[in-house]
């Protein structure tokens, strides 16, 4: 437990004085970049997705980011590390919904400020001296870059820990479901690739070399500190679901223990988020009197907008609805695998070799998007269905493609 608040402590301690001198750089070297930057997004029109009708390029998170990255609101960075904001504008429609909150900073100082202040918004830490060198569509390319060298560097690792080629196919298969390679040219979406990325690496680390269950705690509830100081939009069952699914897949011990630990690492990432982002909200409500801690509350309150909670019950199923449309390429490929993998099975008799304990496992892990995905909708009125089901997939995926090779856990056993 002491390693646990040690870790806490520095971590939030070393990434606050990270923000402060991120603060540091004058906001004159970023002016030319993130004004860019302002114009590139709210002329850009919406991006073609295949699995999502009417999908843009997450223009309106990446606004976002760069919008808070930019804006402070007095000459001190001790307090700017903590304050967060952008501006409001009341567009509802179109192709730059939501991205003149940024170009407004720029342009239009008569509209609303909207607090952002309830998260770290961490991700300033490496933004805004990026503003300094490119504009937002370099400074994607460059994180898309990095999102696509670490999966590639997991498949190799995948490769070179069984040495067998099927063994990262599941793991590629999902990270390219859903159109990530195009859904990834994006800071929000990045960033939300990187924070499940890095953690997948350590975990395989761990289940290769044989290490002590408390380094795959440890990671989790680091995984949760990182979670909440970088994202400003989570996607929490990313970070969660794909590291517990390597486990369940490369660990050597048994499906049952394996279960537990799944619930175990999913609790240790929930735990780091709350250490890392309940400190945040207790300073901006109680100590800097900021409101963007209390706009959470809100969220949560359902006072948003007006939408009450049985509105957002029926919101899932309608973006349940979409995601699994059949209309749509990419569901037609998924449905198409699963298909002839279930042939597979069929021909082959490995009906022997599915275990309940196995299925447990990895029914646990597939539900990790669903629940969290549905709390979310009702309670925050959020719209990340889409992107989340990912987990979901590879979960099926790794199962059956074990099963299909003879061999239940898909890797080492």
């Not at 998170?61 to 307090?79: E, F, G, K």
């Not at 390679?181 to 690496?201: D, G, H, T, V, Y």
Request: charged fraction near 15%.
């Amino acid at each position: 437990m002491k390693k646990y608040v040690a870790i806490s402590f520095g971590f939030i301690l070393v990434g606050y004085v990270l923000l402060v001198f991120s603060m540091l750089i004058p906001n004159e070297l970023l002016t030319e970049n993130a004004m860019k930057s302002a114009q590139e997004l709210c002329y850009q029109e919406d991006y073609p997705s295949l699995y999502l009708k009417g999908a843009f390029l997450e223009n309106f998170c990446d606004a976002d980011y760069i919008a808070v990255a930019y804006n402070q609101r007095t000459h001190n960075p001790l307090t700017n590390a903590l304050d967060a904001y952008n501006y409001c504008y009341n567009e509802e429609s179109g192709a730059n919904r939501g991205v003149r909150g940024l170009y407004v900073t720029f342009y239009d100082y008569s509209q609303k400020i909207y607090e952002h202040s309830h998260a770290w918004h961490g991700y300033r830490i490496f933004l805004r001296p990026l503003l300094v060198l490119y504009s937002v569509a370099d400074i994607r390319w460059l994180l898309t870059s990095l999102v696509f060298i670490l999966v590639i560097l997991i498949c190799i690792y995948i490769y070179k820990a069984t040495d067998k080629f099927w063994a990262f196919l599941p793991f590629l298969f999902s990270i390219v479901y859903y159109n990530y390679q195009l859904e990834a040219l994006s800071i929000a979406i990045s960033i939300n690739f990187l924070l499940m990325l890095i953690p997948c690496i350590f975990i395989l680390y761990g289940c290769i070399n044989g290490k002590e269950l408390d380094y795959f705690h440890a990671c989790m509830f680091i995984t949760g500190l990182c979670s909440a100081y970088f994202a400003l939009c989570d996607l929490p069952s990313m970070s969660i679901g794909f590291p517990i699914i390597m486990m369940l897949a490369f660990n050597k011990r048994n499906d049952f223990d394996k279960l537990l630990e799944a619930f175990k690492m999913t609790l240790m990432w929930f735990l780091g988020y709350a250490v890392e982002g309940i400190p945040k909200f207790i300073i901006n409500e109680f100590f800097m009197k900021l409101e963007g801690a209390s706009t959470v509350l809100i969220w949560y309150t359902g006072k948003k907008h007006g939408v009450g909670i049985m509105n957002r019950f029926i919101k899932v199923g309608e973006l349940l609805e979409e995601v699994f449309d059949i209309e749509k390429v990419q569901a037609d490929i998924f449905w198409a695998m699963i298909v002839i993998i279930f042939v597979l099975l069929v021909i082959r008799k490995k009906y022997k070799e599915i275990v309940v304990k196995d299925i447990m496992a990895y029914s646990f892990v597939s539900m990790i998007p669903i629940l969290w995905v549905i709390v979310m909708i009702v309670a925050a009125n959020l719209d990340w269905t889409p992107f989340i089901f990912s987990t979901m997939i590879f979960a099926i995926i790794q199962y059956l493609w074990g099963v299909l090779i003879k061999d239940r856990n898909a890797i080492i056993n």
